[in-house]
C-alpha cells in the first residue's frame, strides 16, 4: 500500500511539473502592423528641346546650346547663324509629380542622337536640377500632389557638310522613389 501511494504521489508530483512548465513556456506580445501608401510618381514632358532653326557654317564645326533653364536661350559659334524666324528655342521642361514633401532619384540621359536620315548628331544634355535625389514639393498626405519643375538643354555640334532638313530624337527623364 505504501508503494501504491509513492506511485500515485510521484506521479501526482509529474502532472503538476508538466502543468507548471506548459504555463510557463507560452508568452504573448502585440505587434501592431502599418503602411504608408504614396501616390504613383509620374514625369510629364510639357514641352520639347528645340534648338530653333540655324544655319550651319560654310567650313569647319560650330556648335548650338539651349540654356537648361526656364528661359531655354540659344547660344551659337563658329560660324553657326540663329535665324530668328520660325520655330524659336526652348529647353525641354517636365514636371515630376508624386506623394508630398518626398524624395526621388532623377536620372537624364548624358546625350542622345538626333538624326536626319542618315546624318546623326550626339547632343549632350544640360539641366536645372542635377542627377540625384530630388525632393518633392509639399508634405505626406497633402491634398495635391508634389512636384518638381525640371528643364533640359543641350549642345550640338554643327558640321559644314552636315544635312540640311529636321534632325530628330528622343531622350529619357526618369524619376523613382527612394
Do not use: C, H, W
Not at 41 to 56: E, P, S, Y
Not at 88 to 116: C, H, M, R, W, Y
Amino acid at each position: 500500500m505504501k508503494l501504491l501511494i509513492k506511485g500515485a504521489l510521484a506521479a501526482l508530483l509529474l502532472t503538476g511539473a508538466a502543468t507548471s512548465a506548459s504555463a510557463q513556456a507560452t508568452a504573448t506580445a502585440s505587434a501592431q502592423g502599418s503602411v504608408t501608401i504614396f501616390r504613383p510618381i509620374t514625369v510629364t514632358k510639357n514641352v520639347d528641346l528645340k534648338f530653333g532653326n540655324i544655319v550651319k557654317p560654310g567650313a569647319g564645326t560650330g556648335s548650338a546650346a539651349v540654356a537648361g533653364d526656364s528661359g531655354g536661350a540659344l547660344t551659337v559659334g563658329g560660324g553657326v547663324v540663329d535665324l530668328a524666324s520660325g520655330d524659336p528655342s526652348s529647353a525641354a521642361k517636365f514636371t515630376i509629380a508624386g506623394e508630398g514633401g518626398q524624395i526621388f532619384t532623377l536620372a537624364v540621359d548624358d546625350s542622345f542622337d538626333i538624326t536626319n536620315g542618315t546624318d546623326t548628331i550626339s547632343v549632350t544634355t544640360d539641366q536645372d536640377t542635377p542627377d540625384g535625389d530630388v525632393t518633392l514639393s509639399g508634405a505626406l498626405g497633402d491634398a495635391g500632389d508634389g512636384t518638381k519643375i525640371v528643364y533640359v538643354g543641350g549642345s550640338i555640334p554643327v558640321a559644314f557638310d552636315v544635312s540640311t532638313g529636321l534632325f530628330v530624337g528622343n531622350f529619357n527623364v526618369t524619376a523613382t522613389y527612394n
